[in-house]
């Protein structure tokens, strides 16, 4: 990514502002673990990073816009020499400037006046804060808190979520975004093949885990999610993640697992047979699932919504389980089927989305159906990721194969 993208960003950003206001975004701060461990690496705040490009712990961004002017603000924080003896080297002016494009280049402990300054020179009495999915006994992020102090120092001021005008930008991928999930879907495509060319019975899950894990650190990259490696009955806890079970002939292995480029994430899923080989009631569901995951891409065009790629699932799987006398109501689908078919992928693994949930142009989502059959001690699921372009579907993970006769030529 170059600077030009995220300028752009800001630009659209403020466009969506109303005049006299400003936004405050917080790139994040290390979280302790215990003690005086922290948790690396450090996850940076994403919709800072989609306006600044800056991975870096402890930068606020400010943006002011009055009388439809924008003014953009960067504060870094000052050189610690000791902190660069200990931990790494800092972020200078001159390299905040060339990965963001914002010219105005400060330090953290100027950014009250300059707020101060803002609020008091022109009037600008809103602020934009981004706020998101949140459990009452969760602490407060650095945004909630600044809002908190922002409304006691200036209580005229009126506080405006910044989420709204995030999902708008967000949602919609620009190529070069696209680009960084391409890679990040190819990185996880190929480890999830070389995690099965080790697989067996009388391994651990832990193992095949760890293949995975392998493949994606020697290429420079990392899962970007707790992988999920599930097999024989564990595939029917969706997120199951104890891996220490020893696989054993004829179970099912569901892995469902990402890789990370530049914070891009792909989010992948496949069914292996650990032994090679699908018995035929296991190829008889596989292949229902996969039948249901066709009929949905097909259903993922410009403009359609998601809540019919749904239904057409729910109603596919409802005849297929009929059919070979597996429920006799439609009702009873939810024994088997346990959670919808996909969600909105980019700089967050579950992407922001809005709750009209159409498809737009340029928007990158997955496609998950699955059916789980607890006492009989398996799940099958399968899960590519999708770019929805104006006038045609993309399947950014075709190199993974998922007809079951090339799952099992993966074993030979």
């Given at each position: 990514m170059n600077k030009e993208f995220f300028i752009n960003n800001r630009k659209k950003f403020a466009e969506k502002m109303e005049d006299n206001s400003i936004a405050v975004f917080f790139s994040g701060v290390f979280h302790r673990d215990t003690c005086d461990q922290l948790i690396h690496p450090f996850s940076v705040e994403r919709n800072f990073y989609y306006l600044t490009g800056v991975d870096a712990d402890g930068i606020i961004l400010l943006l002011h816009k009055s009388e439809e002017l924008l003014q953009e603000y960067l504060f870094i924080l000052p050189v610690d020499p000791m902190y660069e003896r200990w931990q790494a080297l800092m972020m200078r002016p001159p390299e905040a400037m060339e990965i963001s494009g914002v010219e105005n280049i400060l330090y953290t402990y100027e950014f009250d006046k300059i707020v101060a300054n803002c609020y008091g020179d022109s009037f600008a009495d809103k602020l934009y804060i981004y706020s998101d999915i949140a459990e009452f006994h969760e602490p407060l992020t650095l945004s909630q808190n600044y809002a908190k102090r922002f409304r006691d120092i200036y209580p005229s001021a009126r506080i405006i979520n910044s989420k709204p005008i995030m999902v708008l930008l967000r949602q919609q991928k620009t190529s070069e975004e696209v680009d960084e999930i391409i890679t990040a879907v190819n990185l996880a495509s190929d480890a999830m093949v070389y995690?099965?060319?080790?697989?067996?019975?009388?391994?651990?899950?832990?193992?095949?885990?760890?293949?995975?894990?392998?493949?994606?650190?020697?290429?420079?990259?990392?899962?970007?999610?707790?992988?999920?490696?599930?097999?024989?009955?564990?595939?029917?806890?969706?997120?199951?993640?104890?891996?220490?079970?020893?696989?054993?002939?004829?179970?099912?292995?569901?892995?469902?697992?990402?890789?990370?480029?530049?914070?891009?994430?792909?989010?992948?899923?496949r069914t292996f047979p650990v032994n090679g080989k699908f018995t035929p009631r296991q190829r008889t569901i596989y292949n229902i699932v996969l039948e249901a995951e066709l009929i949905a891409i097909e259903k993922m065009k410009y403009n359609s919504s998601w809540y019919d790629l749904e239904n057409a699932v729910r109603d596919f799987f409802a005849k297929a389980l009929k059919s070979i006398k597996e429920i006799k109501d439609e009702r009873d689908l939810d024994k088997y089927y346990f959670h919808d078919s996909g969600h909105p992928i980019g700089l967050d693994l579950h992407d922001i989305k809005d709750k009209e949930r159409i498809f737009l142009e340029g928007c990158v989502h997955t496609i998950e159906p699955a059916l789980y059959f607890p006492d009989e001690g398996f799940g099958i699921r399968i899960e590519d990721n999708i770019w929805i372009k104006k006038d045609e579907t993309v399947v950014l993970s075709e190199r993974l194969v998922k007809n079951p006769d090339d799952i099992e030529n993966l074993f030979i």
């Open positions: 995690l099965s060319q080790g697989l067996k019975p009388g391994i651990f899950e832990y193992e095949a885990k760890a293949r995975f894990q392998y493949f994606l650190n020697m290429k420079g990259s990392q899962p970007r999610f707790r992988s999920i490696v599930a097999a024989g009955k564990n595939a029917t806890i969706l997120h199951y993640n104890k891996t220490g079970y020893q696989m054993q002939d004829g179970d099912l292995l569901i892995v469902d697992a990402g890789a990370m480029n530049n914070w891009y994430v792909s989010d992948l899923t």
